[in-house]
């Protein structure tokens, strides 16, 4: 009954290709729209969408088993059962007045889409555009069906063979043995005829949908299915007049599917963001983040019991969302031991875990299980919404070869969008529960150097505490470590520093210590930078370091208790080297003025080096401006792009 004209804007034949959904011309959108009157007429479409959606499965099924075509797997019909059959009442009305206009007629009678499509429109008049598309579906869906159920038991039972007969049931199962190509373009106009409808579905429950393109949706999809009815009765009949060929109006439907997904998801992602910046609780971010619409089952499974568990279980708690790819370094699985364990001890925390795996199998579980302690952690074994991955990946930053914790409160706020920066720096039980305050008591405590450097000799801790001065220094070669070492030594044992008890400590950082110093400055940047936009003096000071090992120069830090007072590198050693130059001016002055007084004065220009500020773009705020913290300008800004081919696949 549909028209095999193509819709064109201009009104002119379409060469080639199907039309898409913005091809219409005004004058078909305005009848189409003029058709809906009000959405009076109450309808529960998603229980007889799932209804429909279960009978043409299942007539699908029949249809392959009489035909014989074996198309592949189909979903288990144990898994179609709908729990709202029962208690569904039939709009029977409705589908009357539709089958009506869906006899068997030609596509030559002039009655397609200016007649039969827009006359289901305006007897579906006070219906919603959603229960438009589903009550013409499900007209059709009970005449499919009933052909399917009929040549399924006709052989066994005398009245369905009558019936069947009556209905031109076995010479249409007859024909279709011969048409296969029929037989596929059927089904997959059915195919693509129900996901733009449930895409339709999906639309008009969003609060701002754009009732253009939903209208346009409905007519396109109503005009498929009116096509569909037509070709059944041709095979029925060997009309030629009524032959209809499906493929254009499945491969338009395509095309608008994927239109209407792209608004969706727009818009889930839209929402997902207004969620997560203003949330009213953790219940609410975590079944935007973790529910996929289309599957009903709960979404979490506890590692201990390997049962599905409900997102409300975790009200009142605060949540890591722990996100991963399946690798994980031996060094990085060290450090969450404790992590897990620490969290397992705590009733007001919860781990979930959320695996970027193409499809969840036992082999990923085997491996963690074995790696880590499943049993500690919720995890969640299903894809995520496309709206969760856009955001974990554009917001939270996730790279595939990275690990991501976020903490999330039990008000449902991001207190820290990755824990595993602290977690290296700082270890899980000190960093613990890894939120800003802890981390601002933990610099105000030890200092940059007192959370990147302890590891390198164990008495450091204790002479942050007692407040002694230290210089920590490394790079180089051989010669400037041992040239800064005696030049230390011969400062510290000096009479008059030991006179007016100035304790001095020196601390070279070489090899294994050096890589692992760096790697916790390289942690403790993005731990920051997540934080805030404003440079702070740790940030200054890890700017100045990591200029100092960009370049490859030596590097020198005094500091006293948590706080540092100079960072250079040979200037640091020219000031030990000439101590009997500004010794006397300790009489008049302490230790810590004289020394960066006499710093300034002999500073080297090769030591004022131009600064680096690489802020990594995962979880750092950008800030619009720095200021250099030598010369207290404000720094160039350069954007750079790095290649890097270990993310593996994307899941965007």
């Given at each position: 009954?549909?028209?095999?004209?193509?819709?064109?804007?201009?009104?002119?034949?379409?060469?080639?290709?199907?039309?898409?959904?913005?091809?219409?011309?005004?004058?078909?959108?305005?009848?189409?729209?003029?058709?809906?009157?009000?959405?009076?007429?109450?309808?529960?479409?998603?229980?007889?969408?799932?209804?429909?959606?279960?009978?043409?499965?299942?007539?699908?099924?029949?249809?392959?088993?009489?035909?014989?075509?074996?198309?592949?797997?189909?979903?288990?019909?144990?898994?179609?059962?709908?729990?709202?059959?029962?208690?569904?009442?039939?709009?029977?009305?409705?589908?009357?007045?539709?089958?009506?206009?869906?006899?068997?007629?030609?596509?030559?009678?002039?009655?397609?889409?200016?007649?039969?499509?827009?006359?289901?429109?305006?007897?579906?008049?006070?219906?919603?555009?959603?229960?438009?598309?589903?009550?013409?579906?499900?007209?059709?869906?009970?005449?499919?069906?009933?052909?399917?159920?009929?040549?399924?038991?006709?052989?066994?039972?005398?009245?369905?063979?009558?019936?069947?007969?009556?209905?031109?049931?076995?010479?249409?199962?007859?024909?279709l043995k011969k048409h296969s190509k029929a037989v596929d373009d059927?089904?997959?106009?059915?195919?693509?005829?129900?996901?733009?409808?449930?895409?339709?579905?999906?639309?008009?429950?969003?609060?701002?949908?754009?009732?253009?393109?939903?209208?346009?949706?409905?007519?396109?999809?109503?005009?498929?299915?009116?096509?569909?009815?037509?070709?059944?009765?041709?095979?029925?009949?060997?009309?030629?007049?009524?032959?209809?060929?499906?493929?254009?109006?499945?491969?338009n439907l395509l095309v608008i599917l994927t239109d209407l997904k792209?608004?969706?998801?727009?818009?889930?992602?839209?929402?997902?963001?207004?969620?997560?910046?203003?949330?009213?609780?953790?219940?609410?971010?975590?079944?935007?983040?973790?529910?996929?619409?289309?599957?009903?089952?709960?979404?979490?499974?506890?590692?201990?019991?390997?049962?599905?568990?409900?997102?409300?279980?975790?009200?009142?708690?605060?949540?890591?969302?722990?996100?991963?790819?399946?690798?994980?370094?031996?060094?990085?699985?060290?450090?969450?031991?404790?992590?897990?364990?620490?969290?397992?001890?705590?009733?007001?925390?919860?781990?979930?875990?959320?695996?970027?795996?193409?499809?969840?199998?036992?082999?990923?579980?085997?491996?963690?299980?074995?790696?880590?302690?499943?049993?500690?952690?919720?995890?969640?074994?299903?894809?995520?919404?496309?709206?969760?991955?856009?955001?974990?990946?554009?917001?939270?930053?996730?790279?595939?070869?990275?690990?991501?914790?976020?903490?999330?409160?039990?008000?449902?706020?991001?207190?820290?969008?990755?824990?595993?920066?602290?977690?290296?720096?700082?270890?899980?039980?000190?960093?613990?529960?890894?939120?800003?305050?802890?981390?601002?008591?933990?610099?105000?405590?030890?200092?940059?150097?007192?959370?990147?450097?302890?590891?390198?000799?164990?008495?450091?801790?204790?002479?942050?505490?007692?407040?002694?001065?230290?210089?920590?220094?490394?790079?180089?070669?051989?010669?400037?470590?041992?040239?800064?070492?005696?030049?230390?030594?011969?400062?510290?044992?000096?009479?008059?520093?030991?006179?007016?008890?100035?304790?001095?400590?020196?601390?070279?950082?070489?090899?294994?210590?050096?890589?692992?110093?760096?790697?916790?400055?390289?942690?403790?940047?993005?731990?920051?930078?997540?934080?805030?936009?404003?440079?702070?003096?740790?940030?200054?000071?890890?700017?100045?370091?990591?200029?100092?090992?960009?370049?490859?120069?030596?590097?020198?830090?005094?500091?006293?208790?948590?706080?540092?007072?100079?960072?250079?590198?040979?200037?640091?050693?020219?000031?030990?080297?000439?101590?009997?130059?500004?010794?006397?001016?300790?009489?008049?002055?302490?230790?810590?003025?004289?020394?960066?007084?006499?710093?300034?004065?002999?500073?080297?220009?090769?030591?004022?080096?131009?600064?680096?500020?690489?802020?990594?773009?995962?979880?750092?705020?950008?800030?619009?401006?720095?200021?250099?913290?030598?010369?207290?300008?404000?720094?160039?800004?350069?954007?750079?792009?790095?290649?890097?081919?270990?993310?593996?696949?994307?899941?965007?």
């Amino acid at each position: 009954m549909a028209s095999n004209m193509p819709l064109v804007s201009s009104g002119q034949p379409n060469a080639g290709s199907p039309s898409l959904l913005p091809t219409l011309s005004n004058e078909i959108l305005n009848q189409i729209i003029q058709t809906h009157a009000s959405d009076t007429e109450k309808l529960n479409v998603e229980s007889l969408f799932s209804i429909v959606n279960n009978v043409l499965e299942r007539a699908t099924m029949t249809f392959d088993t009489v035909l014989q075509l074996g198309t592949g797997p189909h979903k288990a019909t144990e898994h179609l059962e709908d729990e709202s059959q029962g208690s569904f009442i039939p709009p029977l009305n409705a589908f009357k007045l539709i089958s009506s206009e869906m006899q068997c007629k030609g596509p030559g009678e002039n009655i397609a889409r200016e007649t039969t499509v827009l006359s289901i429109l305006k007897k579906l008049s006070n219906y919603s555009w959603d229960a438009k598309a589903v009550l013409t579906l499900a007209t059709l869906a009970l005449d499919y069906g009933e052909s399917c159920l009929l040549a399924k038991i006709q052989s066994s039972d005398q009245l369905a063979k009558s019936m069947g007969t009556l209905k031109g049931v076995p010479v249409l199962f007859e024909k279709l043995k011969k048409h296969s190509k029929a037989v596929d373009d059927l089904k997959k106009a059915i195919k693509a005829t129900v996901e733009v409808i449930k895409c339709i579905i999906d639309l008009t429950k969003l609060s701002n949908y754009d009732m253009n393109d939903v209208a346009v949706a409905v007519y396109l999809a109503i005009e498929t299915i009116v096509a569909i009815a037509t070709q059944l009765c041709y095979l029925i009949t060997d009309d030629q007049e009524k032959k209809q060929e499906l493929q254009p109006y499945a491969d338009n439907l395509l095309v608008i599917l994927t239109d209407l997904k792209k608004k969706k998801e727009e818009e889930d992602y839209r929402k997902l963001k207004e969620i997560v910046n203003a949330p009213k609780d953790l219940v609410e971010v975590l079944e935007k983040i973790l529910i996929d619409p289309t599957n009903k089952m709960p979404p979490l499974i506890d590692g201990s019991t390997e049962e599905r568990v409900e997102i409300n279980s975790l009200k009142g708690k605060s949540v890591f969302l722990f996100i991963s790819g399946l690798h994980i370094s031996r060094e990085d699985i060290k450090i969450l031991k404790p992590f897990l364990d620490k969290t397992g001890k705590e009733d007001q925390y919860r781990i979930v875990w959320i695996p970027f795996v193409k499809q969840w199998t036992e082999d990923p579980k085997k491996k963690w299980t074995e790696d880590l302690q499943l049993s500690k952690m919720l995890y969640v074994p299903t894809g995520l919404p496309i709206a969760s991955h856009r955001y974990i990946n554009q917001k939270w930053n996730f790279k595939f070869n990275e690990l991501l914790i976020v903490l999330i409160n039990e008000r449902g706020k991001v207190e820290c969008k990755n824990a595993i920066h602290m977690i290296r720096v700082c270890g899980a039980d000190e960093a613990f529960p890894f939120t800003c305050q802890r981390e601002e008591t933990l610099l105000m405590e030890k200092g940059l150097i007192g959370l990147t450097a302890t590891h390198v000799d164990s008495p450091i801790e204790n002479w942050i505490k007692e407040n002694n001065y230290i210089f920590f220094y490394g790079g180089g070669d051989n010669n400037w470590i041992q040239n800064f070492t005696e030049s230390a030594k011969v400062l510290v044992n000096d009479p008059m520093i030991k006179g007016k008890r100035i304790t001095i400590e020196s601390v070279p950082i070489q090899g294994d210590n050096l890589k692992r110093f760096w790697n916790k400055i390289k942690n403790l940047l993005p731990s920051r930078a997540q934080r805030d936009t404003m440079m702070d003096s740790v940030k200054l000071h890890i700017e100045i370091l990591i200029s100092y090992k960009k370049k490859k120069k030596e590097w020198a830090v005094l500091s006293q208790g948590s706080s540092i007072i100079v960072i250079t590198g040979k200037t640091m050693l020219k000031v030990l080297r000439e101590f009997e130059s500004w010794k006397q001016r300790l009489d008049g002055s302490d230790f810590q003025s004289v020394f960066i007084e006499y710093h300034k004065e002999v500073l080297e220009p090769d030591d004022q080096i131009c600064h680096h500020m690489k802020i990594p773009y995962n979880n750092a705020k950008i800030p619009g401006t720095l200021e250099c913290s030598d010369c207290h300008r404000t720094m160039d800004t350069y954007i750079s792009f790095k290649r890097c081919h270990k993310d593996g696949d994307s899941w965007a």
